[in-house]
């Protein structure tokens, strides 16, 4: 079966670095992933979607890759800021277009000042 | 564009009484999405529809639930003889029909089964 794996430990960062989030998938090869943000007891919020055949994304601070070789996509904030602190979910379309996504645990991201 | 709304927000219930969960989508998106999420998960797929008709459900969801979209806009999903381990934040998501694209949440509907 699919599987999605994040960091499962919390990342601590100090404010004004950049902060990197690391998903990895199995036993499927997705078209696209997404990346969404969810604040505790909030519904998840969608930042930004990459196809199999961008290996780059960019949005305002954020950044996603995409190596479908490797399996892997990395999500980037620059400059964080303590606002950023939240639970980042990377996600898989496994049903080819029709938007069901299969979800990773999470990797929660802390920003100290 | 009122967002994805779901009701009840949070729902206390004696375990074996039933529950029901209400979603409204956003009014132009056909497709509607029922999610799980456990502490410290990643919301889990239970089922989606397009329009009215439910086009696939995860073996998560047992005879136990059941959900419907009877017209083609607001869903419900029912939780009969509720367990213990019903417990959990129920997330409805919709997104528009055409092709790939993100999915817009709801706050969820979290269910305490005491």
């Known amino acids: 079966s699919q599987k999605i794996e994040q960091n499962s430990e919390a990342l601590n960062i100090q404010e004004g670095k950049t902060a990197t989030l690391t998903c990895n998938y199995t036993n499927y090869s997705p078209a696209y992933l997404q990346w969404y943000r969810q604040d505790p007891g909030r519904g998840p919020v969608f930042l930004l979607l990459i196809r199999e055949n961008e290996k780059e994304k960019r949005k305002e601070r954020l950044k996603v890759t995409f190596d479908t070789t490797l399996k892997q996509s990395l999500f980037h904030i620059t400059a964080s800021q303590p606002a950023d602190s939240a639970t980042y979910l990377c996600?898989?379309?496994?049903?080819?277009?029709?938007?069901?996504?299969?979800f990773g645990a999470g990797t929660r991201l802390a920003v100290h000042p | 564009d009122t967002g994805v709304s779901q009701d009840p927000r949070h729902k206390i219930t004696k375990r074996g009484q039933n529950v029901t969960f209400r979603c409204d989508p956003i009014s132009e998106h056909n497709r509607l999405y029922w999610y799980r999420q456990t502490l410290g998960q990643g919301p889990e797929f239970l089922t989606y529809f397009q329009n009215e008709a439910q086009l696939e459900k995860s073996r998560l969801l047992s005879d136990r639930f059941s959900a419907e979209r009877p017209k083609g806009s607001f869903s419900t999903l029912e939780i009969q003889r509720t367990e213990q381990g019903d417990s959990a934040m129920y997330l409805c998501a919709s997104s528009p029909s055409s092709g790939v694209g993100e999915l817009f949440f709801g706050e969820g509907s979290r269910l305490t089964v005491l």
């Open positions: 996600a898989l379309d496994t049903s080819g277009g029709y938007n069901k996504l299969i």
